[in-house]
């Protein structure tokens, strides 16, 4: 069997189940030869949904414009609250509410991984190796006493 193909656009996964629709395949079906070609890329129910809407005459493979708000997060806020999780590797989500602003929606979790993803993959690896580089000390502590972190 063929190694799955790696990071294939939403596009291109939902241009083939439009492919398999159109040939009569099943949301099961379909879903099988999606994780067969693309790995665990999109769940059994992403792939119903998509069907579904395909077989009302959904033409369109790409996200919709979806109406409301716009996003909160402009390029001076990723700034500032880069600068803080730079600053302390260890801060958490509610540590940094008081930068981001609430109000940033997710339609399903894989738009929050995707997002995430992008985040990550974006950083220099100095941003890695300075996240490393503050763990010597805590091991350093941990080999001087014996294998026993917490001093007593």
């Known amino acids: 069997m063929a190694a799955p193909i790696q990071s294939p656009a939403k596009c291109e996964v939902r241009s083939v189940m439009r492919f398999l629709n159109a040939k009569g395949g099943g949301p099961a079906e379909i879903h099988k030869e999606i ?5 665990n890329f999109m769940n059994r129910q992403n792939v119903t949904k998509w ?16 109406s409301g708000r716009s996003s ?32 940033k929606k997710f339609d399903d979790g894989e738009e929050v ?11 220099a690896a100095d941003f890695y ?18 294998g026993d972190y917490v001093e007593k």
Request: hydrophobic share 35%; charged share 30%; with cysteine.
């Open 129 to 146: 190796d300075s996240g490393i580089q503050k763990l010597v000390p805590g091991l350093n502590k941990y080999l001087d006493n014996a």
């Open 35 to 39: 994780f067969a070609v693309y790995g």
């Open 113 to 123: 991984q995707e997002e995430v993803m992008t985040w990550f993959k974006g950083q």
């Open 72 to 103: 909160l997060i402009s390029e001076d806020l990723l700034r500032e609250s880069e600068g803080e999780i730079r600053a302390d590797r260890r801060v958490t989500i509610r540590e940094l509410q008081h930068i981001i602003p609430a109000g």
């Open 51 to 66: 069907c579904r809407e395909l077989s009302e005459g959904r033409t369109d493979v790409h996200n919709e414009q979806r």
